[in-house]
T-cell receptor, first 112, second 112 residues
Framework: KNQVEQSPQSLIILERKNCTLQ??????????LRWYKQDTGRGPVSLTI?????NTKSNGRYTATLDADTKQSSLHITASQLSDSASYICVVSENAGNMLTFGGGTRLMVKP | DGGITQSPKYLFRKEGQNVTLSCEQN?????MYWYRQDPGQGLRLIYY???????QKGDIAEGYSVSREKKESFPLTVTSAQKNPTAFYLC???????????FGPGTRLTVL
């Protein structure tokens, strides 16, 4: 069964600190991996999408990495801001356009 | 403004009543999806439609129904057969089936 596991489930950090969120998956064959940011009570918004051949991709202060061999991805947030407080969801797609598998998310709280 | 909209944002219903959640998109996307989100859990697929007048059951379709009479619209009916309907419901669309999905703002349904 395809699974996507995220850790930690929740995280509290101080403003301007860095943090790293983890995503491990068992989806096979792999097509791509996406990170979404979801503010409380809102729909998820895409941060990055990574294909098999990509090891790292940045979007402003967000940097995602992918190790397709170990089936792991991470999302690194640099110099966190209060507005980074949200849930971050890892989503993995099977090859040939099959369904998506969603992780349970990491709930991040950035405190002043 | 291009986008995907859901209404209402909050919805209350009594047990035993059916209720319909609206989802509209003006992105000219072929595919549309309905997900359910419960606290601490990943999004779960209820129904999806890759083309007008066609839709498929997702992982948790029991107690729900949909229609896709127009490309822009994909309403979800939560029937009285759904045993635990209180949840946050998210609608999404993509250009083609299983491309990057764009999410609406969500509807929070509470059964009293």
């Amino acid at each position: 069964k395809n699974q996507v596991e995220q850790s930690p489930q929740s995280l509290i950090i101080l403003e301007r600190k860095n943090c790293t969120l983890q995503c491990n998956y068992t989806v096979s064959p792999f097509s791509n991996l996406r990170w979404y940011k979801q503010d409380t009570g809102r729909g998820p918004v895409s941060l990055t999408i990574m294909t098999f051949s990509e090891n790292t991709k940045s979007n402003g202060r967000y940097t995602a990495t992918l190790d397709a061999d170990t089936k792991q991805s991470s999302l690194h947030i640099t110099a966190s801001q209060l507005s980074d407080s949200a849930s971050y969801i890892c989503v993995v797609s099977e090859n040939a356009g099959n369904m998506l598998t969603f992780g349970g998310g990491t709930r991040l709280m950035v405190k002043p | 403004d291009g986008g995907i909209t859901q209404s209402p944002k909050y919805l209350f219903r009594k047990e035993g009543q059916n209720v319909t959640l609206s989802c509209e998109q003006n992105l000219n996307h072929d595919a549309m999806y309905w997900y359910r989100q419960d606290p601490g859990q990943g999004l779960r697929l209820i129904y999806y439609s890759q083309i007008v007048n066609d839709f498929q059951k997702g992982d948790i379709a029991e107690g729900y129904s949909v229609s896709r009479e127009k490309k822009e619209s994909f309403p979800l009916t939560v029937t009285s057969a759904q045993k635990n309907p209180t949840a946050f419901y998210l609608c999404a669309s993509s250009r083609r089936g299983w491309d990057e999905q764009f999410f609406g703002p969500g509807t929070r349904l509470t059964v009293l």
